[in-house]
Structures are given as C-alpha cells and as structure tokens.
C-alpha cells in the first residue's frame, strides 16, 4: 500500500469518528500545498515537527486528537522528517480494543515501522490475541502486519496460528494467510519443511484467488 493511499485511510477513519480536521491540522496541508520552494516546505515541517513533539508529550489527548497526530506524524515521515519520537503512539493505537483504533494503529505501525524495529516486539502479543479475534477486519489487519514486520526469529511463533487461518470460513482470511505462509517461507525456510503439502490442501480451495494465491510457491 503506498504512503498517499495510506494517509487517505487514516484521513476517512479520523473524518468519520469527529467530523474533520483541527485548524492547525488544515494550516498544515495548506501550507505543504503553498510552498514553492522545498527549503520553504521543510521549514514548514520543521515547524510541525516541533508542534507535535509538544503534543506527544501532552498527558491527556482525546482519542481524535491521538488519531489526527498520527496522520500528521505520517505526513511529516514521508516528506523525510524524522518524527521516531511518535512510533510508539502508533504501537500503542495498535494495541487498543476498538476497531477503528486498531486499524488506523496497524497502518500507522505498518509504514513506521520494520522487521528489526526495536518497537515491533511491542506489537508481537497484540498480533497474536488480534489473530484470534471473530471480526475479520481485525484477523486481516493483522495478517497484514505479519507479513510486514515479523522477521525470521518469531516466525516459529506465528505459524501455527497462521496456519489455522487456512480453513477459515471467509475467503480473504484464507488467502491473506496463504500470502503470510509464503512469506514465512522467504524469511525461514527452516521452519516450513511442510509448505509444499500446505499449499497443495490449498490448492483445492474452494474459492479462486485463494487457489491462486499459493500457486506461485510451486
């Protein structure tokens, strides 16, 4: 998913639980839209940056508040500012109960984060309740996230529970494990001797795209 694709989803979830954006969150995209010289943008993003620093260390924030932060911190991010001081914000959305939550701090995690960040073992037990949950949105955000920034030494922890995704009852859960097996298989071949024979069960899906999805393992 690329960075502006992911900026229009955070921006929808955060329109749709308040209604819109702040003033100073409006000023800023004005001002990005406004610049006619990148020292003229970066100094603007200078400016964000140091707001939101303040605002990170602010105790009581309100769940919209937390939320349009991140859509700035992302901002901020992809026009190649350094804005690690909010990462764990995005963890910390990751790990809360309610839906909306939960995706725009999976999304946030996604694209901050990597395999080796020391913040993505923060995120380990979180994955694992999340790919229990009985909501779909929840089990395939998840997924996505594990393929993303799971690396080789936690793989052994993730297959089993991956591996049950494959039966079920929702096509894309199937498929979105499939693609998370593979990837499994790229980062630890060691310890998916069995992927082959997995993938052949799979094969027999009854749904195409999941069929699909394995057949470029062979």
């Known amino acids: ?27 800023m995209i004005r ?25 990170c260390a602010q105790p009581d924030l309100s769940p919209r508040q937390r ?3 991140l859509v700035r911190l992302l901002y901020c991010e992809m026009l190649g ?6 990462h764990i914000h995005a963890v910390k959305f990751a790990q809360q109960s ?3 939550e939960k995706r725009v701090g999976y999304l946030a995690t996604s694209l901050f984060l990597h395999e080796n960040h020391e913040l993505t073992l923060l ?8 790919l229990e949950s009985t909501n779909i949105l929840v089990v395939c955000s998840a997924l996505t996230v594990i393929s993303k920034l799971i690396g080789a030494d936690m ?25 998370t097996l593979h990837r499994f298989w790229c980062l630890a071949p060691a310890h998916m001797s069995d992927i082959a ?7 027999c899906d009854r749904d195409p795209g999941v069929m699909a999805a394995s057949l470029h393992i062979f």
């Open 1 to 27: 998913m690329s960075v502006e694709k992911a900026l229009a989803h955070l921006q929808s979830g955060l329109t749709a639980m308040s209604g819109g954006h702040s003033r100073q969150f409006q000023a």
């Open 98 to 100: 309610t839906l909306l």
């Open 81 to 86: 500012h350094d804005v690690s001081f909010g």
């Open 31 to 55: 001002a990005i839209g406004e610049a006619k010289t990148r020292d003229e943008e970066d100094r603007t993003m200078r400016r964000e940056v140091h707001a939101l620093k303040d605002l």
């Open 197 to 203: 024979e997995t993938c052949r069960q799979v094969l």
């Open 123 to 130: 995120l380990v037990n979180s994955l694992q309740k999340d």
């Open 155 to 179: 793989v052994p922890v993730f297959i089993p529970l991956v591996k049950r995704k494959l039966t079920h009852q929702r096509e894309i859960v199937r498929k979105k494990a499939v693609m």
């Open 67 to 69: 939320k349009e932060i």
